[in-house]
């Protein structure tokens, strides 16, 4: 399967809400929430995909002639390939009802081990996703890293305490979605948190933590002041606040601020190779990827996915060919050019 099939048989799947655009930029889907789009008036995801597109690169051939490598160490493990998936909540209701969020959660697992890279999964709001995805993650062999939402400390708590039994390599908070209209009604003991709040949840968990939802340096200040491990430049694709910047505008200061200090992932309108250059470029570690990913499982599950994923690579060590760079410690600022 190629990614040309994979789009025509998302266009037959995937519902009403998503249009399975060439491009994924947030325009056709507009503010369609719940589902693909961003917080009215659906600003949010154009300014993502016109963030990364306004950045270039620079070429320059003159260099050694050498395997370009992809790999790359992250909190103690091992990767092939520095690009994560996002973590995705639920697919019924905002693709089509009855969608499965456990077969998504599987398919994005098993590409994610074929690929050599982590696929990020969400608690849900379906009882026993957090439990069945941590086991098909640690069985494909400890590559998924489960993500929760800020609802009551209790809840979450409990909820850390069965992350620990598992013992993936890390695991992440979402701070952000406390902001999005369609979870808040759903779960009104979703909460902002303050940085004693954080690290109290932080110091519970087994394993390095990640906050995920940092739009700027102050923030990401905060999460190093909390006892973060990392975290995740993003806001949501715009589902949570209209009228922000881009995560590519915010990425630099963020970086210039906390990194060596923090391992940084940066999500919101990434879908080239190219698009992971640049922000690898701008000073993130790894970028991360929702909306194309879901379209992939909806064109061929886990094979639709390694399609994507096949993809990406591919533009990514072309780039890194093109511009100089034989391995991703070489990706600089020089680089590219706004």
């Known amino acids: 399967m190629n990614y040309s099939d994979v789009l025509i048989n998302a266009k037959k799947n995937i519902g009403p809400n998503c249009k399975v655009c060439p491009d994924c930029n ?3 889907c507009g503010n369609t929430l719940p589902g693909p789009g961003s917080k009215a008036p659906g600003n949010g995801a154009r300014t993502n995909r016109e963030g990364w597109k306004n950045i270039r690169v620079n070429m320059d051939v003159i ?12 909190l103690g493990k091992h990767f092939d390939f520095p690009v994560f998936t996002a973590p995705v909540g639920a697919l019924s209701g905002q693709y089509n009802q009855g969608d499965s969020i456990f077969d998504f959660n599987e398919a994005m697992i098993g590409a994610a081990k074929e690929f050599g890279c982590a696929a990020f999964f969400g608690d849900g709001m379906e009882s026993g996703v957090l439990e069945a995805a941590l086991k098909c993650g640690i069985a494909a062999g400890n590559v998924a890293v489960p993500v929760l939402n800020p609802v009551a400390k209790k809840l979450m708590l409990k909820n850390i305490d069965i992350i620990n039994s598992y013992m993936p390599f ?3 908070l979402v701070i952000d979605s406390a902001g999005l209209p369609h979870f808040k009604k759903n779960r009104p ?6 940085v004693s709040e954080l690290s109290e949840l932080i110091s519970a968990a ?5 906050l995920k939802g940092i739009m700027t340096a102050k923030a990401a200040e905060k999460a190093v002041l909390a006892g973060a491990s990392g975290i995740i430049v993003s806001n949501h694709g715009g589902r949570a606040l ?21 391992k940084i992932i940066v999500d919101g309108g990434i879908r080239t190779g190219v698009d992971v250059f640049k922000a690898l470029a701008l000073g993130a570690d790894a970028a991360m990827i929702c909306r194309p990913v879901i379209i992939a499982h ?3 599950a886990k ?3 390694c399609a994507y994923f096949d993809k990406l690579r591919t533009e990514l060590l072309d780039t890194m060919y093109l511009c100089g760079a034989r391995k991703l410690s070489e990706i600089t600022r020089e680089m590219i050019r706004f």
């Open 26 to 28: 947030g325009i056709a």
């Open 63 to 74: 260099a050694p002639e050498a395997e370009i490598l992809s790999s790359f160490e992250f």
């Open 170 to 172: 890390a695991m992440t």
């Open 189 to 194: 003991d979703c909460q902002t948190r303050t």
């Open 206 to 210: 087994k394993m390095p933590v990640i």
């Open 242 to 262: 209209s009228d922000g910047a881009s995560t590519a505008e915010v990425l630099p200061e963020i970086a210039d601020a906390v990194g060596g200090k923090i």
């Open 298 to 300: 909806y064109g061929g």
């Open 303 to 305: 094979e639709g996915i």
